[in-house]
């Protein structure tokens, strides 16, 4: 028997919601779940981790249900929540220098001298491509800070214009142009780093090679 909520407006579910009605906040869940979690996982590795922000993501959004009129879509506004929860979530875990990328495997070397020119952009489509890629590249996004990991997700993950971004972040358009552009030059930054280090020790690799 179908569920007579599946077929009420984000609108109303969220009025419903604000009136404490528990049914209708765990339909906004069952319907946009997924896109947090989405969301979620572009910050995050760990499956828990994933889990926990996207717990936080619908508890805040569950504390502000009266901010949103509907003027825009439900999922949109969740987006814009997920994204500002996963950002502050990974400020506070990294109140330390940041990270360093580990040495290369030879697979991943190869990878990287393919595909130098395009790290940033294939970031979003290596599971598509090969696991080799998609590992590379989020080790490689763990060196950067969170807010250039956050407008290359956006900008270059989910193709989304600079007004979106804008509306998404809280940033002016200009401060999202010019992160951006930063971001992605550190990125290679960081991906000429790791290949400079696989070069100055070519023995690692000639190692691995003879070896068997």
């Known amino acids: 028997m179908t569920d007579p909520l599946e077929q009420v407006s984000d609108l109303e579910l969220a009025k419903l919601a604000q009136q404490t009605d528990e049914k ?54 969740l987006t814009r929540i997920a ?21 290369l495997t030879e697979r991943e070397g190869d990878w990287l001298d393919n595909h130098l020119a395009s790290v940033s952009a294939e970031r979003h489509r290596a599971a598509e491509n090969s696991r080799e890629a998609a590992d590379l590249a989020d080790r490689v996004l763990g060196t950067l800070s969170p807010d250039d990991r956050l407008v290359l997700m956006l900008v270059d993950g989910e193709d989304m214009p600079i007004k979106g971004v804008a509306d998404t972040t809280g940033w002016s358009q200009s401060k999202v142009k010019v992160q951006a552009f930063r971001a992605r030059r550190r990125m290679r930054e960081a991906v000429e780093k790791l290949l400079a280090g696989r070069r100055r020790n070519p023995s690692k690799r000639s190692t691995s090679e003879g070896g068997g």
């Open 24 to 77: 209708a906040f765990a339909e906004i869940v069952r319907r946009y779940s997924p896109r947090v979690f989405q969301v979620a996982s572009r910050f995050f590795r760990e499956r828990s981790q994933v889990e926990d922000a996207s717990q936080e993501t619908f508890l805040r959004a569950y504390t502000r249900l009266a901010d949103y009129e509907g003027r825009g879509s439900l999922e949109g506004w």
């Open 83 to 103: 994204t500002t929860t996963c950002l502050n979530l990974l400020r506070n875990s990294q109140r330390r220098p940041e990270a360093e990328a580990t040495a």
